[in-house]
């Protein structure tokens, strides 16, 4: 069994300002863990994914995201936020073998000017 | 690659009619899934396709819904008759599942459609 707790259904910061947004998982097996990003009326995009290499993981668009296997957790964070950076983010469990993704709640981010 | 490719992107019919979504999956993908995403829900898988076989079709929701992989490079999802309660955006998304029927990798999701049942 498997699943993902987004901790923050809403997240607001400056823009220039770093991001932070928090997702704890869990998983039977050694998980692969994924980040989805959603802008509104469109489908889902992939930022990044850890599948068992690097615990520090970079994506796209300058978003990274750290697995801490003690913390069973994979927060996902930027430097600095930008405007375009407004949008729905999801963390995202596929445990094992698997095809089977479990989609945390979402987390809304705002970037305010 | 144009990606994942959903017809229509919005559709808007009234209740009792028939609906039928499309989906074209990335080339050289072996793997097909179904989705819809509604605020109280979320995500919900709908059905998975490896190599054009349904293999998991346990989230659908009941008999009025069918899907079909005629193809490697074609799916339907079709609803009949539709209900307003099926009103939800609806994705497509396709992988390449290196492990047969059972890896894990990489979900492409395509734009959606936005179903709307009057």
């Known amino acids: 069994a498997q699943s993902v707790t987004q901790l923050d259904s809403h997240v607001s910061v400056s823009e220039g300002t770093p991001v932070l947004l928090r997702c704890n998982y869990s998983?039977?097996?050694?998980?692969?863990l994924f980040w989805y990003v959603q802008h509104p009326n469109k489908g889902l995009q992939l930022l990044l994914k850890?599948?068992?290499?690097?615990?520090l993981v970079k994506g796209i668009n300058g978003f990274e995201a750290e697995f801490k296997k003690s913390e069973t957790s994979f927060h996902l964070t930027k430097p600095s936020a930008h405007m375009s950076d407004a949008a729905e983010y999801f963390c995202?469990?596929?445990?094992?073998?698997?095809?089977?993704?479990?989609f945390g709640k979402g987390t809304l981010l705002t970037v305010n000017p | 690659d144009a990606g994942v490719i959903q017809s229509p992107r919005h559709e808007v019919t009234e209740m009792g009619q028939e609906v039928t979504l499309r989906c074209k999956p990335i080339?050289?993908?072996?793997?097909l899934f179904w989705y819809r995403q509604t605020m109280m829900r979320g995500l919900e898988l709908l059905i998975y396709?490896?190599?054009?076989?349904?293999?998991?079709d346990s989230g659908m929701p009941e008999d009025r819904f069918s899907a079909k992989m005629p193809n490697a490079s074609f799916s339907t999802l079709k609803i009949q008759p539709s209900e307003p309660r099926d009103s939800a955006v609806y994705f497509c998304?396709?992988?390449?599942?290196?492990?047969?029927?059972?890896?894990?990798?990489?979900?492409?999701f395509g734009p959606g459609t936005r179903l709307t049942v009057l």
């Open positions: 998304a396709s992988s390449f599942l290196a492990g047969g029927l059972y890896g894990t990798d990489t979900q492409y």
């Open positions: 998983s039977s097996y050694s998980p692969s």
């Open positions: 850890y599948t068992s290499a690097a615990t």
């Open positions: 995202v469990v596929s445990g094992g073998s698997n095809y089977k993704l479990t």
């Open positions: 080339s050289g993908h072996n793997s």
């Open positions: 396709f490896n190599n054009n076989v349904p293999i998991d």
